[in-house]
């Protein structure tokens, strides 16, 4: 490794994006964005009905004790919630963190997606977007989903 990757290296540029975040600071831009993906970007889906993600584990916690409740004791809420967890499948244009622009940059290279439709994208085309080592430009593949919900 040369002198430059070394001390770049040490000064662990790459700063978690989420405020409660007790890990903040790391070395390389993959190390960073997969603790995005595996700490926050995340969903709950319960394993116990249909029900749609949760993107809130409150909301998730809300849901088991309503509709689940006696299926697990309280202590053992956490771990249910754990098993429930996986990383988001899409993400927000808009949800870029450094910049207002990608996603208007999306609708005018696509303009056949109404303006109301939500444009997401994978977290392997958000994650080419955040690191300019990787990928210089905001270009990618973009999927509109219906309706601002």
């Known amino acids: 490794m040369d002198g430059r990757k070394h001390i770049f290296n040490d000064l662990k540029p790459y700063v978690c994006l989420f405020a409660e975040c007790d890990l903040r600071m790391f070395a390389d831009p993959y190390t960073w964005f997969d603790h995005e993906l595996q700490e926050h970007r995340v969903e709950w889906c319960c394993q116990f009905c249909n029900h749609p993600p949760y993107y809130s584990l409150e909301r998730f916690n809300s849901h088991m004790h309503a509709?689940?409740?006696?299926?697990?004791?309280?202590?053992?809420?956490?771990?249910?919630?754990?098993?429930?967890q996986q990383p988001i499948e899409t993400i927000a244009a808009s949800d870029c963190p450094f910049c207002e622009v990608w996603e208007t940059g999306l609708r005018v290279m696509n303009p056949q997606v109404p303006k109301e439709d939500l444009l997401v994208v994978t977290p392997s085309n958000f994650d080419a977007m955040l690191v300019p080592t990787w990928n210089n430009s905001h270009f990618c593949t973009i999927t509109p989903v219906g309706g601002r919900g």
């Open 67 to 84: 509709h689940h409740g006696q299926k697990f004791t309280e202590t053992q809420l956490p771990t249910v919630a754990k098993l429930c």
